[in-house]
């Protein structure tokens, strides 16, 4: 079985660019999160869906960021536009109901 | 806002030592605990969950949970220097969808 994959593995931008990050979740699974992780505020949820439906869109991360599932097995998280202080380790992970999350390897991105 | 406090946040024990790192939740409505474990470089991987009050022992590792605390453990024995890694723990309600995650514990195991 296939874990959870994302795309690119690592990412430079320059600041005021827009970024595209990908993910799949493990087949079968109904639930997709996005996190940003960095040393200082450690992991820090963006966006939560339920069977493709947005149920939690970030908060303080709303402006800039936004999460979408284009189909059940399929999810980006864009930023736009980049800022410096959007480098970090961004992971998706997916679950099946309640139960154990999958984290995929992660996005390392680094904003000049 | 629901917290979750881990503690010490980095613990250092030798080989073959005992490493007991803390997790306490601030949220009475929580009654799933979860433990990550994150090698550096990687991502985390979930290590062990407890839901009932007690002790659960999957090898090496045992984790309590005192519910009327809030309160989890996680203690590894025979610690070997692959133990070395950030322990997140994470907690959750009965149909909440959300995990909190704590700060983490950074175990290093010297040989």
């Known amino acids: 079985d296939a874990g959870v994959t994302q795309t690119p593995r690592h990412e430079v931008a320059e600041k005021g660019q827009t970024i595209i990050l990908k993910c799949e979740p493990v087949s079968g699974h109904n639930d997709l999160f996005w996190y940003r992780q960095t040393k200082i505020q450690g992991l820090e949820l963006l966006s939560y869906?339920?069977?493709?439906?947005?149920?939690?869109d970030g908060g303080a991360f709303k402006d800039r960021f936004k999460a979408e599932m284009l189909n059940s097995s399929f999810s980006t998280l864009k930023i736009q536009p980049t800022e410096p202080k959007d480098s970090a380790v961004y992971l998706c992970a997916s679950r099946l109901g309640g139960r154990t999350q999958y984290f995929g390897p992660g996005t390392r991105l680094l904003v000049l | 806002q629901q917290k979750v406090q881990q503690s010490p946040e980095s613990l250092i024990v030798p080989e073959g030592g005992m490493a007991s790192l803390n997790c306490t939740s601030s949220?009475?409505?929580?009654?799933y605990f979860w433990w990550y474990r994150q090698h550096s470089g990687k991502s985390p991987k979930m290590l062990m969950?407890?839901?009932?009050?007690g002790e659960k022992e999957e090898g090496r590792f045992t984790v309590h949970l005192n519910k009327a605390s809030l309160h989890t453990s996680l203690h590894i024995r025979d610690s070997q220097p692959s133990d070395s890694a950030l322990y997140l723990c994470a907690a959750s309600r009965t149909g909440n969808y959300k995990y909190v995650f704590g700060a983490g514990t950074r175990l290093k195991v010297i040989a």
């Open positions: 869906f339920r069977s493709k439906s947005l149920m939690e």
């Open positions: 969950s407890i839901f009932s009050n």
């Open positions: 949220d009475r409505n929580v009654d």
